[in-house]
């Protein structure tokens, strides 16, 4: 019994799983970040040329 929690204790195989899914969750928030400002700044080219096409009408 005791070889096998030693054994589950020095086991890295599931830090290994661990460190992806920190990565994964990282790169995740890193893009929602990027894609909320970019969508943001978008929105208002789009308006303003809009606010333009309707004036120039």
Known sequence: M???I???IRD???AT???YGLMAAL???VIIAAVTSIGANLKT???NVASKL???S
């Open 12 to 14: 890295e195989e599931g």
């Open 45 to 47: 080219v789009f308006e």
């Open 17 to 19: 799983a661990v460190e």
């Open 2 to 4: 005791l070889t096998t």
């Open 27 to 29: 790169i995740a928030a």
């Open 6 to 8: 030693a054994t589950f």
């Open 54 to 56: 309707t004036v120039a």
